[in-house]
């Protein structure tokens, strides 16, 4: 029974589905007829009588009914409507009837006033059908009835009531998105003719050239005012149809100095309480005199024209590729569900990006999923999402840029941010998203670690930083320690009197010169102690008429710590660790870079002791984690792409940094070494260094004397002797055994014999003797 039940069920199915497609054919015909009826006379007596009767009953308005009868015939041919139909039906003609009445309000003075009776009705008819005036019978009675009710005022509101309820019945919107809709077709009117205006007053330029100039501000900022008004009307709608564009051509600001004024800026600044913070000398408790030996009198500064200026691109056609990108980004997003708008646009050096404003509801985690879609989109080489911006509500797309452009040193060092600074130790980075030149100060960091992978522009990066220092403090101002092991990188500073003393190369000598600096830390610490101050800036400021009792600030630069790592790994990482914990108050900073950033470089002791970081490109997202403790360093681009992550901030900042070719360089040194005759490094720190190297290569078992003893006493020597008499494991005990055939106090192996013991006991009691 079920079964026959069922089949029946499909039969009644089909018949009504052939039904409907009937009826709605029949229904676009009739609809068509009465298209060509209304608007032709080419149908005949029939479309005369359809025209005569529709204008009759409904008047203008009926030129639309023909096309309300085709819309309202794909509800039965579409089974999407299926079960909604009648509500659709309703709405529709719930809307029509609206118009109609809408239209009769309109023209209410040609209504009869005794609307029912006959010779009315005829009026109503003709009135239709000859003009098209008034609303035809059914719209002049229905009209007639609410003018009777509820006025002319009360008509519009119900008929308005009447009308918004249909068309949410129809569009399944709300009350809201409707509003909001009717204001952002009102905002973008009032912004064109707000434009329009703007640019028929900026059109009128007078061509004067003080004139023009004020025409141009006036200009930008009514363009900003414009870019603006969409993002500040409503802090709680932060999207608007106009995007914000950003180009750091336009918005960087650099103030370039005449040379002259410069030096002698620069001069009046080294005489304030500041910057005398670190001038040269430690001579009460240390035996190493660390004066300045030079006596450089009337140290000029770098002149500004050694370095290149950067040459401005044309970026007149990236404004149109950056909206589409924009668009599509939007689409993009649109396409997996999630619904956002760009309200803003930040083009860099090298790279763009787009700030997304996500709709309430939107998770932020659905935009950072979908990175590999949308660099699939854009055609992007590689995008990084930032979730969200710092102090922002909205999520960062970072796209690289086309063509990516230099961002020379010179350019940042003009910057009114590096000029206005008044520390010796302020340092170049480079620009950031937005195009704003980046400086800080190495003394707020107070250390910082340099990391990324080879070629991705970490040593350009320690150049820029010497340099800018170098455009900032004079050799009594700032030392240098530079470790160099690649021998390569550091070595053209060699002979600038702001050096301690030469670039050390040497590994062995390396370690040696960072447990000076520890002790240097030391005794200055002592200094301060016996002076009753408790930092350098103390001191000096305590000192200040006296230029011998000054001291001046380290700047220790490692250039290659795996190197260091693999020579002397403990040392070098314990006398980080003391500089990094207890330097910063002695005016000693460190500067730490390498292009292994692995665990067993940069240790877990090194990194929480170095708070301030610089990530270039690495090649994992681990390498990342152990520089920054979280990934994105694995999207970076090179050449110069870096996130900077100093100290107290949230999260790293990316920027592209300032590049400075070898010539540059060499300018600078050039300038600077012929200031100087004969620089004089201080040889008493050389002269130490050099001895604790050679102790270090004679670094010997603690038992070997005890070992040397017993075998001179035995008159034999072997391995397992000194196992048993010593206690000691074989691997030790052969050391020994090898380090006095080296010495010449027993032969060389002789296979199965025991070795030969070539001293007597006479010859080591004088040789212990003359060392005693």
């Not at 790279?351 to 309430?360: A, G, Q, S, V, W």
């Not at 922002?392 to 350019?411: D, F, H, W």
């Not at 990391?451 to 010497?466: D, H, P, Q, R, W």
């Amino acid at each position: 029974m079920a079964k026959k039940k069922g089949r029946s069920k499909r039969k009644y199915d089909k018949k009504n589905e052939k039904m409907n497609e009937i009826k709605a054919l029949i229904q676009i015909s009739f609809g068509i007829i009465c298209i060509f009826s209304l608007h032709t006379n080419s149908v005949g007596r029939l479309g005369l009588f359809i025209k005569n009767l529709f204008m009759g009953l409904l008047s203008t308005p009926a030129y639309v009914l023909p096309y309300l009868i085709i819309i309202t015939s794909f509800f039965s041919l579409n089974n999407i409507f299926k079960e909604k139909k009648s509500r659709f039906m309703f709405s529709f003609i719930s809307l029509y009837i609206c118009f109609i009445i809408i239209y009769s309000l309109i023209h209410r003075q040609h209504i009869p006033e005794d609307i029912l009776s006959y010779i009315s009705l005829k009026q109503s008819y003709y009135l239709g059908t000859e003009g098209g005036i008034a609303g035809g019978i059914i719209g002049n009675i229905l009209t007639s009835i609410l003018l009777f009710f509820v006025g002319v005022k009360g008509s519009y509101i119900i008929v308005t009531t009447m009308a918004v309820l249909s068309l949410i019945l129809t569009t399944n919107l709300s009350i809201m998105d409707i509003l909001g809709f009717i204001g952002k077709v009102f905002n973008m009117i009032f912004n064109f003719l707000k434009s329009s205006i703007v640019n028929l007053f900026s059109s009128k330029t007078i061509v004067i050239d003080n004139q023009e100039k004020v025409s141009k501000n006036r200009e930008k900022s009514k363009s900003k005012l414009k870019k603006s008004d969409g993002t500040n009307k409503d802090k709680k709608d932060i999207v608007d149809e106009k995007i914000k564009i950003l180009d750091y051509t336009s918005n960087t600001k650099a103030v370039a100095l005449p040379d002259d004024n410069k030096n002698n800026l620069n001069d009046g600044k080294s005489k304030s309480k500041e910057d005398n913070k670190g001038e040269s000398e430690d001579e009460s408790l240390s035996n190493i005199n660390v004066k300045d030996k030079n006596n450089i009198k009337d140290y000029k500064l770098p002149d500004i024209n050694l370095l290149k200026p950067n040459e401005k691109s044309s970026t007149v056609k990236d404004k149109k590729d950056i909206l589409n990108k924009a668009k599509t980004l939007e689409s993009t997003l649109q396409n997996f569900g999630v619904e956002a708008k760009v309200v803003q646009i930040s083009k860099g050096p090298t790279i763009t990006r787009y700030e997304l404003h996500p709709e309430p509801g939107v998770k932020v985690s659905k935009i950072v999923n979908l990175s590999d879609d949308i660099a699939l989109n854009l055609a992007a080489q590689n995008i990084r999402i930032e979730a969200p911006i710092p102090g922002k509500s909205a999520v960062g797309i970072e796209v690289p840029n086309e063509s990516s452009t230099l961002v020379t040193l010179r350019e940042v060092i003009e910057s009114s941010a590096f000029n206005d600074s008044n520390s010796k130790l302020t340092f170049v980075l480079g620009k950031d998203i937005s195009g704003q030149p980046i400086v800080d100060d190495l003394g707020k960091m107070p250390h910082m670690l340099i990391a990324g992978a080879t070629g991705s522009g970490k040593s350009v990066c320690v150049n820029s930083l010497i340099t800018s220092i170098l455009y900032k403090a004079s050799p009594e101002d700032v030392k240098f320690l530079l470790i160099d092991p690649k021998v390569v990188e550091l070595s053209c500073y060699n002979g600038i009197p702001h050096l301690l003393l030469p670039v050390v190369t040497d590994p062995k000598k390396a370690a040696t010169a960072l447990n000076w600096v520890v002790q240097e830390m030391t005794n200055r610490y002592k200094l301060f102690a016996q002076n009753g101050v408790r930092d350098l800036d103390g001191y000096n400021e305590k000192f200040e008429d006296s230029k011998d009792e000054k001291l001046p600030k380290l700047v220790v630069i490692i250039d290659e710590l795996a190197d260091l790592m693999m020579v002397a790994p403990n040392q070098v990482e314990d006398a980080i660790c003391r500089l990094a914990q207890m330097a910063r108050a002695a005016g000693i900073h460190l500067i730490v870079a390498t292009q292994r950033p692995s665990v067993d470089v940069i240790t877990g002791v090194i990194k929480a002791n170095i708070p301030s970081r610089i990530a270039f490109s690495v090649s994992s997202g681990a390498d990342s984690r152990t520089i920054l403790d979280m990934g994105g360093a694995e999207k970076l681009l090179g050449k110069g792409d870096m996130l900077f992550y100093p100290v107290g901030s949230s999260k790293p900042r990316r920027m592209q940094g300032t590049f400075v070719s070898d010539s540059e360089v060499n300018k600078v040194v050039e300038f600077i070494k012929s200031q100087v005759e004969d620089v004089k490094y201080e040889d008493d720190i050389i002269e130490k260094i050099s001895n604790e190297e050679n102790s270090d290569d004679e670094e010997v078992d603690e038992l070997l004397s005890a070992a040397i003893e017993l075998v001179v006493e035995a008159q034999q020597a072997s391995i397992s002797m000194l196992q048993r008499k010593l206690r000691i494991g074989y691997n030790r005990a052969a050391r020994i055994i090898d380090e006095m055939e080296s010495r010449g106090i027993v032969s060389e192996n002789l296979g199965s014999k025991p070795r030969n013991v070539l001293i007597s006991k006479e010859e080591f009691e004088e040789i212990k003797s003359q060392t005693s």
